[in-house]
């Protein structure tokens, strides 16, 4: 199994579409959580770090649940500009703590 | 502040060949990783460093090896170039982990294509 799944897609959504991803992560010690966003052949990027309490940066709102080891990820009134394929990304509590990226799942927005 | 910046952008090599990956970051940045990332594969750590002098190996390292002489270089050396081995390298830096500052800086990335 995968320390981090996630659906690859790719999610096709219209412009002002609600879309949301989830992702699944198989080390119930896993201490933090986040989403990277790669645009096209360019570097990952933090989008967001996930809290046990969830949280929201305008309108992207990320969601942990530990019991059931998921991520998810929101996107409210998507734009052409989110396009691009979101990491979910898990740091485990052992030895130096690295970090461990998901495949990505990919969006495309349509005008 | 240029972040962390990487050189080349690209590069094709024959088999058996050897070539060095450089990077550099001026954020003063304890930690450094080098990653590789193949179409449809999430990132794999090769080499990560938490000071100069000190390095270790993660998840991919065979085939590779770095050096970290000061805070902003860590280079990647690969010595017998292998087909194996085409894929889009990324380095990365942070702040010590803990403490919420978990987050990873990339540089742009260098193609690297074995023939």
């Known amino acids: 199994r995968k320390e981090v799944e996630q659906d690859p897609g790719p999610f096709n959504v219209p412009e002002g579409a609600t879309v949301a991803f989830n992702c699944t992560y198989s080390?119930?010690?896993?201490?933090?959580f986040f989403w990277y966003r790669q645009d096209c052949r360019k570097e990952p990027k933090l989008l967001m770090s996930?809290?046990?309490s969830g949280n929201e940066d305008g309108r992207f709102t990320a969601q942990l649940n530990r019991a059931s080891q998921y991520i998810s990820l929101l996107i409210r009134d998507s734009k052409l500009s989110d396009s691009a394929t979101y990491l979910c990304?898990?740091?485990?509590?052992?030895?130096?703590?690295?970090?461990?990226f998901g495949t990505g799942t990919r969006l495309l927005v349509s005008p | 502040n240029a972040g962390v910046t990487q050189t080349p952008k690209f590069r094709i090599l024959k088999i058996g060949q050897s070539m060095t990956l450089q990077c550099t970051q001026d954020?003063?940045?304890?930690?450094m990783y080098w990653y590789r990332q193949d179409p449809g594969m999430g990132l794999k750590l090769i080499y990560y460093?938490?000071?100069?002098?000190?390095?270790d190996k993660g998840e991919v390292p065979n085939g590779y090896n770095v050096s970290r002489s000061t805070t902003e270089d860590f280079p990647l050396r690969l010595e017998l170039a292998a087909p194996s081995q085409t894929s889009v390298y990324f380095c990365?830096?942070?702040?010590?982990?803990?403490?919420?500052?978990?987050?990873?800086?990339f540089g742009p990335g260098t193609r690297l294509l074995v023939l």
């Open positions: 990365a830096s942070s702040p010590p982990m803990g403490g919420g500052q978990e987050t990873q800086y």
């Open positions: 460093s938490v000071g100069a002098g000190i390095t």
């Open positions: 996930v809290y046990s």
């Open positions: 954020m003063n940045h304890n930690y």
């Open positions: 080390n119930s010690a896993s201490q933090s």
């Open positions: 990304v898990v740091k485990g509590n052992t030895g130096f703590q690295k970090l461990v």
